[in-house]
């Protein structure tokens, strides 16, 4: 293990839970859901592999507008998505931690925080009953759920950071999402 990278995310998450801390909700019941804001800031093979259930939450929300976030190298993909049917727009967010682009750091922070910015912009317009972090391992999208205002927030409890979440998704590696 890597102590001093562990321990500080360690003091991050007990240091930021009293002030993001999100409360304990249920989903939301079909019906209630006019607005949905999917995260899915993994890689190609990832997001190809959610849309399984794109698929049938359209089926079974059919009038809900779905918003997609994914990271920079799946905009291609998320285009595909859009122009099949299955989500309505998409916005463009690339974590710090993910950016894998070979740059000076400050650079690196500057372009992840005016993402940020421009990604949460995107996001405050509508008004979402529903975020959805699909993310299981890595809090990289945690503060973008909190920045998107949505009435209920959703994602699993399987890292750091999962208590800013207002529902914790059950996680089983052997049963599809």
């Not at 925080?113 to 993310?135: E, H, I, Q, W």
Request: proline share 5%.
């Amino acid at each position: 293990l890597n102590i001093p990278p562990l321990a500080f995310l360690v003091l991050r998450d007990v240091a930021l839970a009293p002030f993001f801390g999100g409360d304990s909700r249920s989903l939301p019941k079909r019906e209630e859901i006019n607005e949905i804001c999917v995260c899915k800031l993994d890689h190609l093979g990832d997001l190809l592999m959610l849309t399984p259930f794109l698929a049938a939450f359209r089926r079974n929300v059919p009038n809900a507008k779905v918003t997609l976030v994914v990271g920079s190298w799946c905009l291609e993909l998320a285009d595909i998505l859009q122009r099949g049917g299955l989500i309505d727009q998409f916005v463009c967010y690339t974590a710090f931690s993910l950016d894998k682009r070979k740059r000076n750091v400050l650079v690196k922070l500057a372009t992840y925080f005016f993402g940020l910015a421009f990604a949460s912009r995107l996001l405050r317009k509508p008004r979402f009953d529903l975020f959805v972090d699909m993310r299981p391992y890595f809090p990289c999208a945690w503060l973008l759920a909190i920045l998107s205002g949505a009435k209920v927030r959703a994602g699993f409890g399987l890292r750091g950071m999962s208590d800013t979440f207002d529902v914790i998704l059950l996680y089983s590696a052997n049963k599809r999402l």
